[in-house]
């Protein structure tokens, strides 16, 4: 398997876009528009790499939509549906002291307070009021249980250390 590097996903392409070749595009970025910023794409797609370029993109409605260098029909879109976006995460802008990108924060180990491993986080949800972090249980965890923990930062989050794949968090094992 050949190393590729760091990579991050912003987003993924949900469906075609008119008869043009245009596709949809759900982005995580935020802004929304801010997946426009990367030009050159990697696509993954049931397992396979395709490097991809974006000729333009726009704001459409709720969402995005894209055109892709040399995909100027449906039936070709239409292939791309489904496929994951990333671009290395070198390429993404720095973040002020304290502020963290999910995929940072995916796979650090929870403890809380009182020194009590609650799992790891699997992933994040983006909940409208605050984003979440989905904990799931390890062998060294104190239980077997999934838990959702908000993600608030100086209130339920109280440190991250990245060196060290840890947060701490304000949480009762019981919830």
């Given amino acids: 398997m050949t190393q590729h590097p760091q990579e991050t996903v912003i987003g993924q392409i949900t469906s075609v ?3 043009k070749g245009w596709l ?3 982005s995580y970025t935020e ?4 997946i426009l910023t990367y030009r ?5 797609l049931d397992g396979k790499r395709i490097p991809v370029k974006l000729e333009e993109g726009r704001r459409q409605g709720q969402g995005i939509v894209v055109r892709l260098k040399g995909v100027d029909d449906r039936e070709l879109a239409r292939t791309y549906g489904g496929a994951e976006i990333r671009v290395p995460t070198e390429q ?5 002291e304290g502020e963290f990108y999910w995929h940072q924060l995916e796979g650090l180990e929870v403890f809380t307070v009182e020194g009590e491993c609650l799992g790891k986080v699997h992933h994040l949800l983006e909940t409208g009021s605050n984003d979440v972090l989905v904990v799931r249980a390890t062998a060294s965890s104190i239980d077997q249980r999934e838990r959702l923990i ?3 930062p100086d209130q339920v989050i109280h440190g991250v250390d ?3 794949s840890r947060m701490v968090v304000d949480w009762d094992p019981e919830f």
């Fill in 17 to 19: 876009f008119g008869v």
């Fill in 24 to 26: 949809k595009v759900f």
């Fill in 31 to 34: 802004p929304r528009e801010g």
């Fill in 40 to 44: 050159d794409w990697t696509l993954v």
């Fill in 92 to 96: 993404l802008p720095e973040l002020p």
């Fill in 150 to 152: 908000p993600y608030l």
């Fill in 162 to 164: 990245l060196d060290n």
